[in-house]
């Protein structure tokens, strides 16, 4: 075992004085002259990274990262770049992350678990569509939503972002006549400090739904979003949200998540905790029937592709 350790230091020591060594004599070399082609490329390294420190609201919009036009549930202003095309999973068990834990697998042996499957396509660089399904549990409705989303104001050239996102829900009911509604969302966004995007907005839906609703209840909701995104860093961030009912039918208790977003090229997997498994537009504005001791935990998965 000595001899493997010794070993693994050497090797570790010659891996970091390797590039040292080659520092000294890169360093020789300039002393000598660089070429006029070498000095062009060092200026040219030196203004690009200037360019990603400036300001911090397009160094994270480079082609290497995704998209995040979506927090958790809540959306943002952002839209999808012209002719690329978002995937989208998400899991969201119904039993709540602290009951079976172990047995259940945190909630998804439990049954009931909602999937959400989804497709976004950017139209122009400020205008995408998508198509998004969530199936039924507690109800007997699956939920289909069909949207355009259309960015009016850049925050690169109007201070903030903002975007008006319009669409319809058909609900498809097994041996019954299915239903529909519309849905309407003002979403606007600031950065600040270069990492930090605060959303807020105003979400209306003709025909909400959740697990605790009747047909005898009210049939719209009017609810206020608020999303803090902070970017760790390049391959992280973190989300928090809430969207709050304050008119028509809503359940006792708005409907926060909150999740660790994992990113990659193109791809990002969050972690979510959450007190719903209502994600989409009709769901959304309804508040949730659970207390935060009642939190599930979930997952997204989203992926994007050029086309």
Same mark, same amino acid.
């Given at each position: ?7 693994h230091c ?16 890169? /360093?020789?070399?300039? $002393? ?7 000095e ?9 990274? $200037? ?6 609201? /397009? ?5 290497n ?40 697998f ?19 660089d ?10 039924? #549990?507690a ?11 259309y960015?009016v104001? $850049? ?51 003709s ?11 009210t049939?719209?909701s ?10 760790l ?6 989300d928090?949200?809430m ?22 090229n ?9 007190? #719903? ?31």
């Amino acid at each position: 075992m000595r001899k493997i350790s010794s070993l693994h230091c050497i090797l570790i020591l010659l891996y970091f004085a390797l590039p040292l060594f080659g520092a000294q004599n890169s /360093s020789q070399n300039t $002393k000598e002259g660089k070429s006029s082609e070498e000095e062009k490329k060092t200026e040219q390294i030196e203004v690009i990274d $200037k360019v990603e420190e400036i300001g911090g609201i /397009s160094r994270w919009q480079s082609a290497n990262y995704p998209v995040l036009a979506r927090g958790i549930n809540i959306f943002t202003p952002r839209t999808l770049r012209r002719n690329s095309l978002l995937v989208m999973i998400d899991h969201r068990p119904r039993q709540r992350l602290k009951k079976n834990a172990f047995h259940d697998f945190l909630g998804f042996d439990a049954g009931g678990l909602k999937i959400g499957l989804g497709l976004r396509y950017g139209l122009f660089d400020c205008l995408e569509t998508g198509l998004y399904r969530l199936n039924g #549990t507690a109800e007997v409705f699956d939920v289909y939503e069909f949207d355009l989303k259309y960015r009016v104001l $850049k925050e690169e050239n109007h201070f903030i972002d903002l975007a008006l996102r319009c669409g319809l829900t058909w609900f498809s009911q097994p041996g019954m006549k299915d239903a529909s509604g519309f849905f309407t969302q003002i979403l606007g966004s600031k950065t600040c400090l270069g990492r930090v995007s605060l959303t807020t907005g105003l979400l209306y839906h003709s025909d909400s739904s959740n697990d605790l609703k009747s047909a005898a209840d009210t049939d719209y909701s009017l609810a206020i979003p608020a999303l803090i995104e902070v970017r760790l860093c390049g391959k992280l961030a973190w989300d928090l949200e809430m969207a709050a009912n304050i008119a028509g039918y809503g359940s006792k208790w708005p409907a926060v998540s909150s999740g660790l977003k994992i990113i990659t090229n193109r791809h990002t997997f969050s972690l979510v905790f959450s007190n #719903t498994q209502y994600i989409s537009a009709d769901g959304i504005v309804a508040n949730s029937g659970r207390g935060f001791k009642d939190t599930i935990f979930g997952f997204t998965i989203t992926r994007e592709f050029d086309l």
